[in-house]
């Protein structure tokens, strides 16, 4: 035995163990042993490691013999097992023979057990090699039945007069030939003509080198047709030399010469790509590139691709290769491109493909849609600002204008409440601003003179500009109208002036004019976005630095900026384009280098005249009697517009959020005119969900909407399919009597 041998002792008595183990030593046996005493024990011996040989008592407590030769059966177990016993009685030695004991041996006489040991164990052996030799055989004739009946190879043994003796199932599958049919017939039969004396060379040469020769013959199919094999021709010689078969194996040569042409289709691949494909050897080395590669190394100046490459490549080659990972999109900069290298390992062949690619584009895309995401996030802030300042706004204005129009209030300390008031207007300002850059803005447009929205935000301008730039006017008297938001126009002319100013860094002349123009056919024909009919013209002229055509073209872009990092968003023009665009408008650009830029916005002029006053504060605003449910969360902004509402004579209903309104509609519904709500409260009943609810209980409820900012205000479609009054935060006194005076009075019209 040339291992060690495992040995399971199923005793119950550690000293007979003992005994058995030291007879076994003692005749030199090399053994490993492990005694168990119970089925459990005994189970998980043979799930471990099956045993070589099995010594086991006839009786134990709880387990017996009989009982593990039973278990061996049935787990189909083949380990020998030896009884060795201290009773002396035939009756079990033959009852445990019958169920497949190898031997009988009494621990009264452990001198025999060694040579059992061997014996079993050899007999064990024996079968085990030849059941081994038979499944290999089994294998064997399995294999050659398998590869001859599955393979497209042409297998055919011949007899010495080249007459068929076998042919495999593939002439079936191959030439449509049936092998039984083929049985006895000549090979050169089924040979093209001309290629029969190739095959007769190639059977006397076979035959005198004693070793297989190989030719390119034509077989014709069993519909007449031709195909080319690739041939080997062997001779099986018996033992006195003399040939006595012939083994013909062919193989379909049509699959390798496909094969060939998919392979020269592959290496077309590569050297034909438009993107440049690399291949390194494991040490780093370039071993190949195509022409798309080469032309990226002169798009960026360099005479070789091995000067565009990665630093550290051959360590990425190199990790590539010893972990089989792919290292995907590793980015370089060079000559102000970004280039993405990707590298794939072939392992089998210890080579690394590598493909690359130009993304400066979607990078730069990818730096323009961060700053996107930058600037959505600034307008939230500024938006949510705008809203709670806007709150605030109301309460200090609402407050000073009602302390400054006190008669009885001391002079000094009404004109500190007007100065009050006006601060929170220039406030309102600046939160409009706010909410205009945020795009939270309502656009509410009204019949207005572009000469007063210039006069309006003329003065903001100059501190803006600042003192080495010369603002002036040119404004042309009896302006036709326009119907425009004022807002959105002033913040038109405020990025056009900061513009101006960057181009003058030394100072010069900003001018803003106004003039009415009649855009005709051949105007129209010249300025592809221009219309014809009657239009205000509204002009930024600077004397600045200028611009060229390159740069002109790209001005509305978003984000193009001509500016330093850190000095310009490149949103500027682009929002003054979205308003024009918005206002049904249209914008023109002259510049020229060294001789400043102008600006021409086309408005449609009205035929309607402008609301000069609708510029101008309410004054004197008739009250009523009517009552009228405010709903508003902040609760010094309610009170404020509680005592204004009831100093004008009305009846006031308060409730803070949405739920409590609804429970004071139940009950004062048919007092109600007048529904005045904030747009966002608290408890999951917004001023839009309210209003839905009563004019579903009430039609003709007058609705009066307010917000410093609202998502619901500012989607389109609820403006134009409710019709809607809308009251924007902060206004003051006069404002929201005029508001609520303005939407009573109209739910009286017919």
């Not at 060694?114 to 085990?128: D, G, T």
């Not at 970004?338 to 493909?353: C, D, E, G, K, T």
């Not at 002259?590 to 609708?614: N, Q």
């Amino acid at each position: 035995m040339d291992r060690r041998l495992k040995v399971l002792l199923l005793e119950d008595v550690a000293s007979d163990a003992e005994l058995i183990e030291r007879e076994l030593q003692r005749s030199g046996l090399d053994f490993t042993s492990l005694r168990v005493e119970t089925r459990e024990q005994f189970i998980d011996a043979l799930d471990r490691a099956t045993p070589d040989i099995i010594l086991a008592d006839y009786t134990l407590p709880q387990f017996s013999a009989l009982d593990a030769l039973q278990l061996l059966r049935e787990r189909g177990c083949r380990s020998p097992l030896i009884l060795v016993t201290g009773s002396n009685s035939e009756e079990i030695a033959v009852e445990c023979m019958k169920e497949g004991a190898e031997d009988y041996i009494l621990k009264s006489s452990l001198k025999r057990l060694p040579s059992a040991v061997r014996r079993s164990y050899q007999k064990l052996e024996a079968e085990r090699e030849r059941a081994a030799a038979a499944q290999a055989a089994r294998r064997s004739e399995e294999q050659y039945r398998l590869i001859t009946e599955n393979t497209r190879d042409l297998i055919c043994l011949l007899d010495t007069q080249c007459a068929f003796l076998f042919a495999s199932p593939s002439h079936r599958l191959v030439l449509g030939r049936e092998p039984d049919e083929i049985i006895g017939t000549a090979f050169t039969s089924w040979l093209h003509p001309e290629d029969r004396h190739l095959f007769e060379e190639t059977f006397d040469e076979a035959m005198f080198f004693r070793e297989s020769r190989t030719a390119e013959l034509r077989f014709q199919h069993a519909n007449g047709s031709w195909q080319q094999f690739e041939s080997a021709v062997s001779h099986i010689f018996r033992a006195d030399g003399k040939p006595e078969r012939v083994l013909v194996v062919s193989r379909d040569t049509s699959d390798r010469k496909r094969a060939e042409r998919e392979i020269r289709k592959l290496a077309a691949f590569p050297r034909y790509n438009p993107n440049p494909v690399l291949e390194f050897a494991a040490d780093g080395s370039l071993t190949y590139f195509n022409d798309a590669a080469m032309e990226m190394a002169r798009s960026l100046k360099k005479n070789h691709p091995q000067a565009i490459l990665p630093l550290n490549v051959a360590a990425i080659v190199t990790m590539a290769l010893s972990s089989g990972q792919n290292k995907l999109r590793h980015q370089t900069s060079i000559e102000g491109r970004v280039l993405s290298w990707s590298f794939f390992p072939i392992v089998a062949n210890q080579v690394v493909h590598c493909y690359a690619e130009d993304i400066t584009a979607s990078v730069n895309l990818e730096a323009q849609l961060r700053q996107v995401q930058k600037m959505e996030s600034v307008g939230q802030l500024a938006a949510g600002v705008a809203h709670d300042f806007n709150n605030i706004l109301t309460v200090i204005q609402g407050h000073s204008t009602l302390l400054a129009s006190d008669p009885s209030l001391d002079p000094a300390k009404a004109a500190s409440a007007r100065q009050i008031a006006l601060a929170a207007e220039r406030a309102a300002n600046l939160t409009r601003q706010l909410l205009m850059f945020s795009r939270k803005q309502i656009m509410q447009p009204q019949l207005l003179n572009l000469n007063e929205v210039v006069s309006n935000v003329y003065k903001m301008l100059r501190v803006m500009v600042g003192p080495s730039v010369n603002l002036r006017r040119e404004l042309t008297p009896d302006l036709p109208a326009v119907h425009a938001d004022p807002g959105m126009l002033e913040q038109v002319l405020v990025n056009l002036a900061v513009n101006a100013r960057d181009a003058m860094p030394n100072g010069g002349d900003l001018t803003i004019g106004t003039r009415c123009v009649a855009i005709d056919e051949t105007y129209a024909a010249a300025h592809p976005e221009a219309r014809l009919g009657y239009f205000v013209c509204l002009s930024v002229t600077d004397t600045g630095h200028g611009m060229d055509a390159a740069t002109k073209a790209r001005i509305f872009e978003p984000f193009f900026t001509t500016k330093e990092v850190g000095k310009g968003t490149g949103l500027g023009l682009a929002t003054i384009y979205g308003i024009v665009k918005q206002h049904e408008g249209w914008i023109e650009v002259e510049s020229e280098v060294g001789e400043g830029t102008e600006f021409r916005i086309f408005l449609a002029a009205s035929c309607h005249a402008s609301r000069s006053s609708s510029l101008e504060k309410p004054q004197d605003v008739p009250g009523g009697d009517e009552t009228i449910l405010v709903v508003e969360d902040e609760p010094a902004l309610r009170e404020l517009v509680q005592e204004i509402l009831e100093k004008k004579g009305y009846r006031v209903i308060e409730a803070s959020t949405g739920v409590q309104a609804l429970q004071l509609w139940d009950r004062h519904k048919d007092e109600i005119d007048l529904l005045l709500t904030d747009m966002m409260m608290p408890e999951g009943v917004s001023g839009r969900e309210l209003a839905d609810r009563i004019l579903a209980d009430r039609s003709d409820l007058k609705v009066i909407y307010s917000s410093g900012y609202s998502l619901d205000v500012v989607n389109p479609g609820f403006a134009v399919r409710e019709g809607l009054t809308f009251l924007q935060k902060p206004y003051d006194p006069e404002t929201l009597a005029k508001a609520v005076r303005d939407c009573l009075n109209q739910s009286r019209q017919p």
